[in-house]
């Protein structure tokens, strides 16, 4: 049986029996928890844009979730200061190329910590089949530039 997943717009319409549920047999990272995340989402709604995916697998079991986020960033921003200086004072043609939109399988920031908890790591291969099609289908969706995966490690 395929796996399947559920896309939610926000923390608060995600069904949270089953987020729990991959949150507690991954560890229970409180960079999970959906108060976090809400906590997060609220303060940073401005500016970025969420979505919540479960993964479950061939027998409607939940077997994993994610946090992604669409958010645009300044390369001056991240520049060292001389060089922030001159990319601010470039023409308004190549401002495009100065703003980058992301679309990240993780929170804004970096906790250090994974935004993706899964409840087997033997079923891995499927679970990031499935949601890398998620994710390439909402970055194009909000026309995003770049998909980044971070804080992504062993265990």
Do not use: H, Q
Request: with cysteine; charged share 25%; aromatic share 10%.
């Amino acid at each position: 049986m395929p796996y399947t997943n559920r896309v939610f717009n926000s923390i608060d319409e995600v069904d949270l029996t089953a987020w729990e549920r991959v949150r507690s047999e991954s560890g229970g990272s409180i960079f999970m928890d959906p108060r976090f995340i809400a906590s997060v989402e609220t303060s940073m709604k401005e500016d970025c844009r969420f979505w919540y995916v479960i993964v479950y697998d061939g027998n409607g079991r939940p077997a994993a979730c994610a946090c992604l986020t669409a958010m645009t960033i300044d390369l001056a921003d991240l520049a060292d200061p001389r060089l922030a200086w001159i990319i601010r004072r470039t023409p308004r043609l190549l401002t495009r190329f100065r703003k980058l939109k992301l679309f990240i399988c993780g929170l804004p920031g970096s906790p250090g910590e994974k935004s993706l908890a899964l409840t087997s790591l033997s079923s891995s291969a499927n679970i990031f089949a499935v949601l890398d099609e998620v994710i390439r289908a909402l970055a194009n969706e909000t026309r995003s530039d770049a998909i980044v995966y971070k804080e992504f490690g062993n265990g």
